[in-house]
């Protein structure tokens, strides 16, 4: 069972546009939200996370939003360039466990 | 700085077969956990070592093994492997004190199993 899911599945967004990808959670013990981003053929790089007590968090182009009562949080790509192109995934820990639960991943294609 | 390494970086077994994978973690990092990626998928938890202890395990079969060394580097073993065991395997590394949290992945090792 899925404890963080993710969507859309895919998305293609224009060069200088906004990709915005959505995660919900049902556990409301989970205290760390990161964002991955992974190319073919390589691991997930940390992207950006926050914590439950702040509702943004942005570092470059990058932009999470995090809604504690409606448990959801959201990864905005500011004008989206064709190196953003990849696989974003979601994720999900609390202080008792130490694994990550990951959404299933979101494919931005970002067209020139 | 080198980050999170692994290797060998593509592996092909037969059915039945044993596979060691090897990662070492990023310089300063003393937590190494082992994640399963099928295709198409998210990274799916194996285990977290620390301090040479499989601190937490994930809901996978005993065949899944570990070790970590007291260099900090791990290995995962496989045993009996069977089809679905084909995937990308991803270590990750984490600081002193925050393997909850902050984890750093290596560029995996992806087993076929024939």
């Known amino acids: 069972q899925q404890q963080v899911k993710q969507s859309p599945q895919s998305l293609i967004v224009q060069k200088g546009g906004i990709s915005i990808i959505n995660c919900a959670y049902e556990n409301t013990a989970f205290d760390y939200f990161p964002w991955y981003q992974q190319f073919p053929g390589k691991g997930p790089a940390l992207l950006i996370a926050i914590r439950p007590d702040v509702s943004e968090k942005k570092e470059g182009r990058f932009t999470i939003s995090f809604n504690k009562s409606a448990k959801q949080f959201s990864l905005h790509i500011m004008d989206s360039q064709p190196g953003d192109s990849a696989t974003y995934f979601c994720?999900?820990?609390?202080?008792?466990?130490?694994?990550?639960?990951f959404g299933a991943g979101t494919t931005v294609t970002v067209r020139a | 700085d080198a980050g999170v390494t692994q290797s060998p970086t593509h592996l092909i077994k037969t059915r039945g077969q044993q596979v060691t994978l090897r990662c070492s973690p990023k310089?300063?990092?003393?937590?190494v956990s082992w994640y399963q990626q099928a295709l198409g998928q998210g990274p799916q938890f194996i285990f977290q070592?620390?301090?040479?202890?499989?601190?937490q395990r994930g809901n996978f079969p005993d065949r899944f093994s570990g070790h970590q060394f007291p260099n900090y580097s791990s290995e995962l073993n496989v045993n009996a492997l069977l089809l679905g065991d084909s995937a990308l395997y991803l270590c990750?590394?984490?600081?002193?004190?925050?393997?909850?949290?902050?984890?750093?992945f290596g560029p995996g090792t992806r087993l076929t199993v024939t």
């Open positions: 070592y620390y301090e040479e202890e499989e601190r």
């Open positions: 990750a590394s984490s600081p002193r004190g925050v393997g909850q949290y902050e984890q750093y």
């Open positions: 994720a999900a820990s609390i202080a008792s466990d130490y694994k990550l639960s």
């Open positions: 310089s300063g990092h003393d937590t």
